[in-house]
């Protein structure tokens, strides 16, 4: 299976508050690049993100971000 990749750690907290998992995280402890499996419901959930389509728990993306910051701090 190939991965979708992303830098923008809005995206990845969007898509992952949509229910889809990071399934790893490469980082130098200020930025990551978040790696997801790569499947057609996703790219779905991508598109919509940039297109202002997609409706995520805002809690739940709010939560995400700062799991994700801390994610990417500890990764050193």
């Given at each position: 299976m190939q991965d979708f990749k992303t830098t923008?750690?809005?995206l990845a907290a969007a898509i992952t508050a949509a229910?889809?998992?990071?399934?790893?995280?490469?980082s130098d402890?200020?930025?990551g690049?978040?790696?997801f499996d790569?499947?057609?419901e996703l790219l779905k959930a991508v598109n919509e993100y940039w297109d202002g389509s997609l409706f995520v728990?805002?809690?739940?993306?709010?939560?995400?971000i700062k799991i994700i910051k801390g994610r990417?701090?500890?990764?050193l």
């Open positions: 923008d750690i809005g229910d889809f998992k990071i399934s790893r995280i490469e402890g200020v930025k690049t978040f790696y790569k499947t057609d728990n805002a809690r739940k993306m709010f939560e995400n990417v701090r500890s990764s």
